[in-house]
T-cell receptor
Framework: GENVEQHPSTLSVQEGDSAVIKCTYS??????FPWYKQELGKRPQLIID?????GEKKDQRIAVTLNKTAKHFSLHITETQPEDSAVYFC??????????FGKGTRLHILP | DGGITQSPKYLFRKEGQNVTLSCEQN?????MYWYRQDPGQGLRLIYY???????QKGDIAEGYSVSREKKESFPLTVTSAQKNPTAFYLC?????????????FGDGTRLSIL
């Protein structure tokens, strides 16, 4: 079955700098890759997703890139702000199958 | 205001006791899910349901049970067979056209052992 590895587990960046979180997946048939953000004590929220027929997708300050050959995908956050502090989860799925989550990255934005 | 409501927010279980976590949604979503979240772990799927009166086991179903008698409701029972129930439980839902991909989550229930 699918296995998703996520790195790093903790990331601290200075406010205004960029943050990058990386994930790898094992099943080459996976074709859907969502990212969720979970602020402390709150529910996870889907923030961006990408499908395997696209190499990059942007939404304001966040972007996701996908390298199907290497089976890895990344979340990029530019011009980080205090409200970006949260745990971020990547995930992968094949077709309509259930998604498999990574273990999460705790992002700290330093003032 | 559409969304998913989980209750209670905090729950305590005694040894040998079954407890039930409530999940209600007014999004008219067909699919509903239960996930378990442990510190340093991703979300792990317990059970899911794509239609009323039908549900499937996820990756860690042992010690849990569910029912789906109404489209809006998907309660989770943590039975005494679940030997390590302390965790944060999240309910989610999605439209069937989205595959088995949760779109909306509830605020969660934190379960602890007395």
């Amino acid at each position: 079955g699918e296995n998703v590895e996520q790195h790093p587990s903790t990331l601290s960046v200075q406010e205004g700098d960029s943050a990058v979180i990386k994930c790898t997946y094992s099943d080459s048939a996976s074709n859907y890759f969502p990212w969720y953000k979970q602020e402390l004590g709150k529910r996870p929220q889907l923030i961006i997703d990408i499908r395997s027929n696209v190499g990059e997708k942007k939404d304001q300050r966040i972007a996701v890139t996908l390298n199907k050959t290497a089976k890895h995908f990344s979340l990029h956050i530019t011009e980080t702000q205090p409200e970006d502090s949260a745990v971020y989860f990547c995930a992968a799925s094949q077709g309509g199958d259930k998604i498999i989550f990574g273990k999460g990255t705790r992002l700290h934005i330093l003032p | 205001d559409g969304g998913i409501t989980q209750s209670p927010k905090y729950l305590f279980r005694k040894e040998g006791q079954n407890v039930t976590l409530s999940c209600e949604q007014n999004l008219n979503h067909d699919a509903m899910y239960w996930y378990r979240q442990d510190p340093g772990q991703g979300l792990r799927l317990i059970y899911y349901s794509q239609i009323v009166n039908d549900f499937q086991k996820g990756d860690i179903a042992e010690g849990y049970s569910v029912s789906r008698e109404k489209k809006e409701s998907f309660p989770l029972t943590v039975t005494s067979a679940q030997k390590n129930p302390t965790a944060f439980y999240l309910c989610a839902s999605s439209n069937l056209g989205q595959g088995l991909r949760p779109q909306h989550f509830g605020d969660g229930t934190r379960l602890s052992i007395l």
